[in-house]
């Protein structure tokens, strides 16, 4: 009985993150195609799912996810905080740079943790929970390659702020996690901030793995 428990929890967290992958709704033929797994299976896990809210059917009988994953979502939120804090704090000091946490939410950034550099005269204030689409902005750029396999860097000027510019990277090997970790500042930033913002993402990816 517990491995059958097992199983049917790993199932439900397979179909949760197929929904979370940011490519719209699915029917539950196409959820049991896409899991491997029969659709008499399939809609048990429907079910129990969407009797606990976590997803929920459209009009055109496709499946999302639920708003009962937005109350864990925001319990997440702050353990997150907790977890990248150090990391920032030690990217802020070393750079001399505003240094954020940045997760995906739907085609939205949403800065969750942000550390600004305690030596500096004049650095970037960003607010948490600041929120801009991902296609503007190093933050946004690094989870879209993220989601496309890709682990690089990423510097913008002045796409989200006027004279700002921002370096970042993703947060990659968690699968539960679309994010990444960048600075911002208003000054120029060295050639190896970059490497920097990479090893700093990595150094997080560790701590939350």
Do not use: C, N
């Not at 009985?1 to 196409?30: C, F, H, N, V, Y």
């Not at 002045?158 to 993703?170: C, T, Y």
Request: charged share 20%; no cysteine.
């Amino acid at each position: 009985m517990a491995a059958e428990s097992a199983q049917t929890l790993e199932r439900g967290l397979r179909l949760l993150r197929l929904l979370a992958d940011g490519k719209g709704g699915r029917t539950p033929t196409e959820l049991s195609a896409e899991l491997s797994l029969s659709r008499p299976v399939v809609y048990r896990l429907l079910t129990t799912l969407m009797s606990e809210g976590f997803v929920r059917r459209d009009a055109e009988g496709r499946v999302h996810l639920g708003f009962g994953m937005l109350v864990l979502a925001q319990a997440v939120q702050p353990l997150l905080r907790a977890a990248a804090v150090p990391t920032l704090r030690r990217l802020a000091e070393d750079v001399g740079a505003t240094a954020h946490l940045t997760v995906a939410e739907g085609e939205d950034g949403l800065a969750v943790a942000v550390v600004e550099p305690s030596w500096t005269d004049m650095h970037v204030a960003y607010r948490e929970g600041s929120r801009h689409p991902l296609v503007k902005g190093a933050a946004g750029q690094a989870i879209l390659a993220l989601r496309q396999g890709r682990d690089d860097y990423f510097t913008t000027e002045g796409q989200l702020q006027e004279g700002a510019r921002g370096v970042a990277a993703p947060v990659t090997g968690l699968s539960w996690l679309e994010a990444s970790v960048g600075v911002v500042t208003f000054g120029p930033l060295e050639e190896s901030t970059g490497p920097r913002v990479v090893a700093a993402a990595a150094e997080l990816a560790a701590a939350l793995g």
